[in-house]
């Protein structure tokens, strides 16, 4: 039974001292790296304006920023593995706020794509929760770890919830330029709040008996685990649901006549109970059955959804279904992570689970894509609800046989 | 082993958590606090200006002090301790600062961003909760 004891002998309060470093830290980092994120798109007019651009231009960075990001977390991940989260997390916070500081001075479609698209993308991958969470991993006893990656993800829900009304006030105060300066200044916390979480790479990550695997061979082994298989597929019905209603619910909301001010305050619901529920999702992770979890999750969702579309649409349903999804938003992400953990130990986890976030960065983009040209197509988004509803009984089901336990070995190291 | 072992998380964990939250949010409206009064519009400023009172000012009291200050109140917003007011007079903000004002704005978008892990709702002419502009 792991304690809180760390492997070097401290004593019981420096070993706790020491976990509440790591894990203040590490969800500081994941609150800076969300919430300045989630605050860009209030720079989107006011940088096309000033540079006599259309909205395309700014959306094409944006675009460039989360397929980098997707693409970008296995390879952040595997980094993070082979050197330790700390030196992944210091170098992609420098790189995200680099790209942050530097929109401001993108004067030519190119230059905005460089620094808002692929140096933002890049450095999210590098210094995103999902590295915080491998790290996490790697530095605390496996009874700690549900409990931590719950409340790094509620950590960057929160982070998101306050830097939006920050950066607002930012351009108010100093103008638009001046405050990308201050959000990308953020950043330079970030090496310093990763130096609790350095160590831990290569085999000294330790992980059970994959241990041992190369990276190319845990990424086979992984591939050709069934249960591996459904947690992707899973995952990419999380992305779609969360894009799908980021993106395309509040004008869903504008075209059933609720008012933009209780549009807004569905958006505010959303955030605040899914720092509730990111949290609850972390605790809940280490007492009970994950794959449980995520199929009550996903069902909850469909439920959810499908209540929305057939019920009148109020200013009470509006809000009650703005409180369930808050609680079912990120809630999944202790579980996934969690599970991956389980399955394949911490050694390979930063690639891993980075994987299984790719999968759902395609989802986010299909969910985001499809609520378009669907909406485009045939004037409402009827049929986008409904699709929602179908994956969420989806990936209840293909959760639903997943094993909860250490994935055979079937690879040794000697064959590599 | 087809589940892990319960393990209940200590007290201490959520005592970390709660003050972890408290202490980014006393942070937070530290900053809020300091760069809102950053954005605020100088003494000498006249016009329609967007007058914040302290939370809890009755109704009648923001009234009477834009009066007091030389203005004119043109419409409470949707917080009610923020009012539009107009006066032609310069140093206005300076007198409505003197009548207990907290400060004068030209706007002050208020809104939540909403992120999932891709995207990011670009759409500047989305809801904002509190659309508070003179």
């Known amino acids: 039974m792991s304690t809180t004891t760390s492997a070097s002998g401290a004593s019981q309060p420096q070993a706790t001292r020491a976990l509440g470093a790591i894990v203040v830290c590490g969800c500081l980092i994941s609150l800076i790296g969300f919430g300045v994120r989630s605050s860009y798109g209030l720079f989107n007019a006011p940088l096309s304006e000033a540079n006599g651009w259309g909205r395309d231009v700014f959306a094409l960075a944006l675009a460039f920023q989360n397929i980098l990001w997707g693409l970008g977390q296995p390879f952040a991940g595997a980094l993070a593995d082979r050197y330790g989260p700390a030196r992944v997390l210091a170098g992609g916070g420098l790189l995200y706020g680099l790209g942050v500081a530097l929109t401001a001075y993108s004067d030519a479609p190119v230059l905005l794509h460089l620094t808002a698209g692929v140096l933002v993308g890049l450095g999210l991958a590098g210094a995103s929760f999902t590295i915080v969470i491998a790290g996490f991993g790697r530095h605390l006893p496996p009874e700690r770890r549900s409990w931590a990656a719950g409340i790094a993800t509620a950590a960057g829900s929160l982070g998101q919830f306050l830097f939006a009304p920050m950066g607002q006030a930012f351009i108010a105060a100093y103008g638009w330029q001046t405050a990308l300066v201050l959000l990308g200044a953020f950043f330079l916390l970030v090496p310093f709040l990763a130096i609790p979480l350095r160590g831990g790479g290569g085999h000294a990550a330790g992980g059970g008996a994959h241990a041992d695997l190369s990276m190319r061979q845990a990424l086979g082994q992984a591939f050709g685990h069934r249960s591996y298989q459904l947690l992707v597929a899973g995952f990419f019905v999380c992305g779609f649901h969360l894009a799908f209603i980021t993106v395309h619910l509040p004008p869903y909301l504008t075209d059933v006549g609720i008012s933009p001010t209780l549009a807004a305050w569905a958006l505010a619901v959303i955030g605040l109970a899914n720092v509730v529920g990111s949290y609850s999702s972390g605790i809940l992770g280490g007492r009970m059955s994950k794959r449980t979890m995520l199929c009550f999750i996903y069902f909850a969702r469909a439920v959810a959804i499908a209540l929305f579309i057939l019920l009148p649409v109020t200013p009470a349903s509006v809000l009650a279904f703005a409180a369930a999804m808050g609680l079912l938003w990120l809630s999944t992400v202790p579980p996934t992570s969690g599970l991956v953990a389980l399955m394949f130990g911490t050694r390979h986890l930063g690639m891993l689970f980075g994987m299984v976030f790719l999968s759902h960065q395609v989802g986010a983009f299909l969910g985001v894509w499809l609520g378009g040209i669907l909406y485009e197509a045939v004037g409402n988004y009827d049929l986008v609800w409904w699709m929602s509803v179908a994956l969420g009984i989806f990936s209840a089901i293909v959760h639903w046989p997943i094993a909860e336990r250490e994935a055979p070995h079937r690879l040794s190291p000697a064959a590599a | ?134």
């Open chain 2, 1 to 134: 082993m087809d589940r892990p072992a319960p393990a209940v998380p200590r007290p201490a964990g959520h005592g970390m958590a709660l003050a972890l939250g408290a202490g980014v949010l006393a942070v937070w409206l530290g900053a809020m606090a300091f760069v809102l009064r950053e954005a605020a519009l100088p003494p000498e400023t006249d016009g329609t200006v967007l007058v914040v009172f302290p939370p809890g000012t009755p109704d009648g009291r923001a009234f009477a002090a834009v009066v007091e200050a030389g203005g004119r109140p043109l419409r409470q917003t949707d917080v009610g301790f923020a009012w539009v007011a107009r006066s032609d007079e310069p140093g206005f903000v300076g007198r409505l600062e003197a009548a207990g004002a907290l400060g004068a704005f030209g706007e002050l978008p208020i809104g939540p961003q909403l992120g999932g892990c891709m995207a990011v709702n670009a759409d500047t002419g989305g809801p904002q909760t509190y659309r508070l502009q003179p």
